[in-house]
């Protein structure tokens, strides 16, 4: 199975800090990387798909990057409305994984 | 637009059986596959499976076989997950989710709690 190693685990930030969360891939997975974003008692969003793309009605803070295994979600200036956990998961091969989730707070 | 309406919560007994469901609307049910994703309280997400409706296929977690059962009804547009010979360890809330989008579109979730 392919592991997610997603960090930190959790994360508290000031309003307007730019924020990044990092999944590393155990094995290659190409560009097959979804980031959501999860509030309490909701589903998970999509925020970001294809490992840099982002999804439709998603704020331009959000951004998706890749360098080499590893991938990251930034928010390039905090707001109040992003607390929340986000999760990443890998759909190249099966059983899909999911990174072991952030919850990001506010400072 | 595409929704996915699952069933209400369920208390059962351990080692009893319980059947959820997803009701999809907005799309061609047949058309893509069908998703099951697993959340125990305060921990992260766990892939369960997924169906095709058109051909009823199947593709299961190593981990959930024999707990889970996928089915789906075409008619209904309907996806069903049983889940068997229950434990504490499978209360949870049980997420439908559809591919063919990134998964684009979940369910609500579906919060089941074993306890005697």
């Known amino acids: 199975d392919i592991q997610m190693t997603q960090s930190p685990s959790s994360l508290s930030a000031s309003l307007g800090d730019r924020v990044t969360i990092t999944c590393r891939a155990s094995q290659d997975i190409g560009n097959y990387l979804t980031w959501f974003q999860q509030k309490p008692g909701k589903s998970p969003r999509r925020m970001i798909y294809?490992?840099?793309n982002l999804a439709a009605g998603v704020p331009s803070r959000f951004s998706g990057s890749r360098s080499g295994s590893d991938y990251s979600l930034t928010i390039s200036s905090l707001e109040s409305e992003d607390v929340a956990d986000y999760h990443c998961?890998?759909?190249?091969?099966?059983?899909?994984?999911f990174g072991s989730g952030t919850k990001l707070e506010i400072k | 637009q595409v929704q996915l309406q699952q069933s209400g919560a369920e208390l059962v007994k351990p080692g009893s059986s319980v059947k959820i469901s997803c009701k999809a609307s907005?799309?061609?049910?047949?058309?893509?596959?069908m998703h099951w994703i697993k959340q125990q309280p305060g921990n992260g997400l766990e892939w369960i499976g997924w169906?095709?409706?058109?051909?009823?296929?199947?593709k299961y977690n190593q981990k959930f076989n024999g707990k889970a059962t996928l089915t789906a009804d075409k008619s209904s547009s309907t996806a069903y997950m049983q889940l068997s010979s229950l434990t504490s360890e499978d209360s949870a809330v049980y997420f439908c989710?559809?591919?063919?989008?990134?998964?684009?579109?979940w369910g609500q979730g579906t919060l089941v709690t074993v306890s005697s």
């Open positions: 907005g799309y061609t049910f047949t058309s893509y596959d």
């Open positions: 294809g490992a840099t």
């Open positions: 998961l890998q759909s190249i091969q099966y059983p899909l994984t």
């Open positions: 169906i095709y409706p058109g051909n009823g296929n199947t």
């Open positions: 989710a559809r591919d063919g989008g990134w998964f684009a579109y």
